[in-house]
């Protein structure tokens, strides 16, 4: 009997030890929101890209580092928060500024992994200018700031296994950067999408981008069954982030087909060509270049 009772109040103990691990997540500020056990995200608005924070036995893995010095510091003050575990990983989802300006605050010791090609793509937009312009914006939180590339670059995937979680990344081609990597922890669920869809907003389709190629990358994330979805922009949700996406294009490239048939050119289809179902959608100054991939995609380019 007196051996149970040691067991319990040795459980009951552990469990507030747990639970007392996990308190001070209601502090951590407006922009942080908790959407599993020990799994958080920083989104301070849809324009400025996401920072995940996953906690593990063995120390702590961030999905990116953010855009701004004052949101990586703010996201190093939650880490502080939720445990005394040093950052062991920082896993880009894309090599551009919005996702890695902040690497400098978590690395070292953090070590940086990226898909194959983000190193280059990282060094080929440095941009000196843009660095003055942080420092002078913000001059305290940026002290100390350096281009830190990867320290690591897979090639198609690649599994990491920290403490209790298994992260399988793979690199996702075509759909948005040079370098794109979804994240997938299977035994949580939940799915870090990078950019291949962004949230009620036009994205940004460069001129190697395919939309084959992002309709391939939805589908295969999508079978995943992800229970949740963090997109590289805007809101944590569901795999209905997908489906919007993909209804999307699936229009745009209808349309487009359309006005090709009819022997319209390029410019023309520009002018002309309407998506009244988006209107509320964000960064409207985008459509042209979603037209553009359309237009590549239907003429075989």
Known sequence: ?????????????????????????????PHFKKI????????????????????????VVLIDSGLNPPDSHAVMKAVKQLTSQPIRLLINTEPHNDHTTGHFVFSPPAIIIGAQGATESMKKIYDLKRVEQLSAKFPEASQGYRLITPHVEYKDKMTLRLGERTFELMHLKDVHSESDTA?????ER?????AAAIV???????????IPA???ALKMMKSLNPEVVVPGHGPPGTTKIFDDTERFYTLLLERVERMVREGKSLDQIKQELKMPEYDDWGRKERFPNNIEAAYRAVKGN
């Open 36 to 59: 599993k056990e020990g799994i958080f995200v920083h989104a301070a608005n849809p324009l400025i890209s996401n920072i995940g924070i996953i906690l593990t036995q063995e120390g």
């Open 183 to 187: 994240i997938w922890l299977p035994k």
């Open 1 to 29: 009997m007196k051996q149970i009772l040691q067991t319990t109040i040795f459980l009951f103990v552990a469990s507030l030890l747990i639970f007392a691990s996990y308190l001070p997540a209601q502090d951590l500020g």
């Open 200 to 210: 009620k907003s036009y994205n940004n389709l460069r001129p190697f981008v395919s």
């Open 190 to 194: 939940v799915l870090f999408s990078a």
């Open 214 to 216: 992002i309709l391939s």
